[in-house]
């Protein structure tokens, strides 16, 4: 030991600064004690959670909210089990985290000491890498490539499990200028042949459609992707998770595909006579039945992933590469081409006009969509995170988002609880934003302790319950496909929202008519902390248009509105 | 249809597990896998026998080539590379029958490693119709125990994978 050398501790601490870390979202533990008490000097912010589960989301919202990578850091054994379902919950919609776990000391590992878990083994399936640090000379290269991995190429979720006696170890630190990976390489160049072919598919369309998906927000493509489908007048819909990529105002806007997507852009994918796919991938909520999914369409590919290629559905044309620059060298080859899609667009906008996105309004009883439209007409440029069920559809539905980032929500896993904590780590990454938890009364109740963490560190979201007292999602597939045998899915009266917050130091609001919706948003945005509204929403709304699961998309079920 | 893919990757702890558990929970069925050292004392090599067809084999390939540790993957087709695996045969064997059995052993080119008062044990070394021919044989004879390797397999001639040339 030398004069220069440090600690394991003080050296994870200058790598993550290196990477430009400004916030951790956190919670301490026995074989932490050393990283934390280096912690307490530094000027990373730690936000400390109140479980960790809630820390990997909060990481998760704050790097979808800025597209920088988030930050986790959890305790050997349950700390770290406790984050899993966080890291695969960004693993299946490819979210750039890194998730820092503490580990027994390294003579300890594989005897089942105290605390004492697997968490590589257990995250093998759900990182997109994972590291034992056994040597503190790697730890700096090891932190360096976790940066590297979880943000390049598809992003994902990368794990660093760091055994106590590597923290208090000391050693001659310096950290890496580069990284060398000779078996990842995620820059891919535009493969210009394959351009110019997709050129000529899309000057030989007539009845294109654009499907973009989450690459293109992951891309920072939303532009190309605006310019693209201008010139080429191709009407554009976009996933769940595409959502933000494409403004939802726009005339082109077919708004979301699949299960609850709107009528006109299922009929357009199953009329198309070619699939534009940009950083989409197939997903099951969006084809349904795959066999008579897009019958008459050509499908171009573009994805930066080689392995979403032909996975759910056989493609004509497949690109590999990043989303935004694909685009733009495919856009710069069809610069002023003759469109042959007028007839198309007209019959795009009759379906628009005759089946709208449409629910049945009352002044009795609050509406969960007119919640949800109400908070689009008080605060357009919201960060809206989710949720997972009925709130995340009417959120995708009823919201307008012009821009990328101003949609979070838990696509892939359908993490129940993911909402709230991930909206506490946008409302962290971006601090001047409005950020506005659309939840529903059960997937609150799965993160609801973190009203503790937003109270104690000065953060301000807003939570907006449609609370309709029930596991609304499968009750409604309940009542259509189980002859309405409601089975432990009614979680009425489960705990006064009002007082929850009011306990935690925070405000809360109930609505139970619809005209108190506007004054309590109102009420909400000027707060000076934290609000929960619980709105008392018809219990028995269900999500329409509705496809049911295994029907082909433009077999859509729908209720019928009073005019 | 099978098809024999040659893998290198990083030599570090874990990565067999990365690869067999890849290849379990994307419902792949790996029919076999042989691993070990290179000239490259950094990178290791496995050769996977898939069962599958083409749209299968594309998936196995991008797949695998999504982990960090893989470092190339060739697929190589039986016209043109050479596969071998070696399997110890414990045979029942008494005065009557040994001769035999040493003589259907020449004939593959096998040889006997061990005699005991009861059995002998066959090492035999060769492609996959060879390991099945001279079990066969065996076998009216009674096979007491048997154990394969993975198969190892590699391209003909000035054809090379190494882990410099990627």
């Known amino acids: 030991m030398t004069d220069t050398s440090i600690s394991g501790a003080k050296a994870l601490i200058a790598c993550l600064r290196n990477e430009g870390v400004d916030t951790i979202f956190g919670y301490p533990g026995g074989v932490l004690l050393p990283l934390y008490d280096e912690l307490y000097d530094s000027d990373i912010r730690h936000i400390l959670v109140r479980h960790e589960q809630g820390a990997a989301h909060a990481a998760d919202g704050y790097a979808r909210a800025t597209g920088k990578v988030g930050v986790c850091l959890a305790t050997s054994g349950p700390g770290a089990t406790n984050l899993v379902t966080g890291i695969a919950n960004a693993y299946m919609d490819s979210v750039p985290i890194v998730a820092i776990t503490g580990q027994v000391p390294t003579p300890m590992i594989g005897n089942d000491a105290f605390q004492e878990a697997d968490i590589t083994g257990i995250t093998l399936p759900i990182t997109k890498h994972n590291y034992l640090i056994k040597n503190i000379n790697d730890l700096p290269w090891v932190v360096k490539e976790a940066f590297y991995i979880a943000s390049t190429g598809r992003p994902g979720p990368v794990l660093i499990d760091l055994p106590k006696d590597i923290t208090t170890e000391e050693f001659e630190f310096e950290y890496p200028k580069r990284v060398y990976l000779r078996g990842y390489h995620p820059d891919i160049a535009v493969d210009n042949d394959r351009v110019k072919r997709a050129a000529s598919m899309i000057r030989e369309s007539k009845r294109p459609v654009i499907y973009a998906g989450g690459g293109v927000i992951i891309s920072n493509a939303a532009s190309e992707l605006l310019k693209l489908a201008e010139t080429i007048m191709a009407p554009v819909t976009t996933t769940l998770l595409g959502i933000g990529a494409f403004p939802g105002t726009h005339q082109l806007a077919l708004g979301m595909p699949g299960m609850h997507g709107t009528k006109y852009a299922n009929y357009a994918i199953q009329e198309s006579d070619l699939l534009i796919t940009v950083g989409a991938r197939f997903d099951d909520r969006v084809t349904g039945k795959i066999d008579a999914f897009a019958p008459h369409a050509k499908v171009i590919h573009i994805d930066i992933d080689p392995a979403e290629i032909g996975k759910n559905i056989r493609v004509d044309l497949p690109i590999i590469g990043n989303a935004g620059p694909v685009m733009q060298s495919l856009g710069s080859h069809l610069q002023g081409m003759q469109t042959r899609s007028q007839e198309w667009l007209a019959k795009i906008a009759a379906w628009k006009k005759e089946q709208p996105l449409q629910y049945n309004r009352s002044e009795n009883v609050i509406k969960p969509q007119q919640v949800v439209q109400e908070f689009y007409d008080a605060c357009p440029d919201a960060i809206i995170v989710t949720e997972v069920g009925q709130n995340q559809m009417w959120a995708a539905q009823y919201f307008k988002f012009e821009s990328p980032r101003t949609f979070i929500t838990s696509g892939g896993l359908g993490t129940m609880g993911y909402g709230f904590p991930a909206a506490m780590g946008a409302k962290v990454g971006c601090p001047n934003k409005t950020v506005i938890d659309i939840a529903g009364d059960g997937s609150f109740q799965m993160m609801s302790q973190e009203l503790a963490t937003v109270a104690k560190n000065d953060i301000k979201v807003i939570v907006a319950i449609l609370n309709n007292g029930n596991l609304g999602m499968v009750r409604q597939w309940q009542q259509l496909f189980f002859d309405e045998r409601y089975s432990y899915t009614n979680i009425a009266d489960s705990v006064d929202f009002v007082k929850l917050a009011e306990a935690y130091g925070l405000i809360g609001i109930r609505v139970d008519e619809p005209s108190g919706i506007s004054s309590a948003i109102s009420e909400a945005l000027a707060a000076d902390r934290t609000v929960v509204i619980d709105f008392v929403v018809d219990p028995m709304e269900n999500v329409f248009p509705m496809v049911p699961a295994g029907a082909a998309i433009n077999e859509i079920l729908d209720l019928e509105v009073a005019s | ?166």
């Not at chain 2, 379990?24 to 076999?32: L, Q």
């Not at chain 2, 998936?59 to 399997?87: H, N, W």
């Not at chain 2, 003589?103 to 060769?126: M, N, S």
């Open chain 2, 1 to 166: 249809m099978k098809h024999t893919l040659a893998v290198l990757v990083e030599n570090k702890p874990g990565v067999l597990a990365r690869v067999s558990g890849l290849f379990s929970r994307r419902g792949f069925n790996i029919e076999s896998l042989a691993v070990g050292t290179t000239e490259d004392l950094t990178v290791s090599r496995m050769t996977i026998v898939v069962a599958g067809d083409d749209r299968v084999l594309a998936q196995v390939t991008s797949q695998l080539g999504k982990l960090i540790d893989v470092i190339s993957i060739s697929d190589l087709p039986p016209d043109e590379s050479v596969d071998r695996g070696l399997a110890l045969i414990k045979v029942a064997a008494d005065t009557e029958t040994r001769s035999e059995i040493m003589q259907i052993a020449d004939i593959f080119r096998a040889k006997i490693i061990d005699v005991g008062a009861e059995t002998l044990i066959v090492e035999v070394t060769g492609d996959q119709a060879k390991i099945v021919a001279i079990t066969d044989m065996l076998d009216r004879f009674g096979i007491r125990e048997l154990v394969r390797t993975g198969r190892i397999a590699m391209s003909r001639g000035t054809k090379m994978i190494t882990g410099g040339n990627i």
